[in-house]
């Protein structure tokens, strides 16, 4: 069975401060891959997507960056966090073409300070 | 682009009635719909998936109307119980230049009253 697993759970951090949050899907190989982000009580934001390794397509890019350095592995991040960061993000899986619903990860929720 | 418009946003209703949620959506091209259920402080849980012009599907408790005519999606809650109490957000994925694109409605608060 497939299984997506996002970390961390959450972080407080500092404005200006670097983040890194990451997503491994196991059990599947070459899926698409996406990062969406959500406000608090919000509206759900696609972010990012990649459909193999090395390739990022940017969506919205909040002054965010992504990357697939591995076929089972999407990382999001930003060297200056804002206060706009603040949210909950969520990674989500699919095989091609939405024809498989996007499955979504347990999310990171993120405080700025 | 697409735009998808749900409602209402806020919806309480009594243990045991049912609840209608509702979205519609502008590109004709959307091939699939997706409802999602997203309980407090937790990740997104797929209910359902809808792909025909005209289809009705039948899930546990609930309703998946999808209609193409008029670009509208529904989420039947029959018999609401406590257990219902989320957000819900309805999906639309068109394919733009390419590549899938999801996009959510702005979801809808549904609070189940004993």
């Known amino acids: 069975a497939q299984t997506i697993h996002q970390w961390p759970v959450a972080e407080i951090k500092a404005v200006g401060s670097p983040l890194s949050l990451g997503c491994t899907i196991k059990g599947k190989s070459s899926p698409n891959l996406y990062w969406y982000w959500q406000a608090t009580g919000g509206t759900l934001q696609q972010l990012f997507y990649?459909?193999?390794?090395?390739?990022v397509e940017s969506v919205v890019q909040l002054n965010l960056s992504a990357s697939r350095p591995k076929d089972d592995q999407f990382i999001l991040s930003t060297e200056k966090l804002l206060l706009s960061h603040s949210g909950f993000y969520l990674c989500?899986?699919?095989?091609?073409?939405?024809?498989?619903?996007?499955?979504f990860g347990e999310g990171t929720r993120l405080s700025v300070l | 682009g697409e735009q998808v418009e749900q409602r209402p946003p806020h919806l309480s209703v009594r243990e045991g009635d049912s609840a209608v949620i509702t979205c519609t959506y502008t590109?004709?091209?959307?091939?699939?719909f997706f409802w999602y259920k997203q309980e407090p402080g937790a990740s997104l849980q797929l209910l359902m998936k809808?792909?025909?012009?005209?289809e009705i599907n039948e899930g546990q408790g609930f309703t998946v109307l999808l209609n193409k005519k008029d670009k509208r999606l529904s989420l039947n809650l029959t018999a609401a119980h406590p257990g219902d109490s989320a957000a819900y957000f309805c999906a639309v994925s068109v394919n733009t230049e390419g590549a899938d694109r999801l996009t959510f409605g702005k979801g809808t608060q549904l609070i189940i009253q004993p």
């Open positions: 989500a899986w699919s095989l091609d073409s939405f024809n498989q619903a996007p499955l």
């Open positions: 990649s459909i193999t390794v090395g390739q």
């Open positions: 590109d004709p091209n959307s091939y699939y």
């Open positions: 809808v792909f025909s012009s005209t």
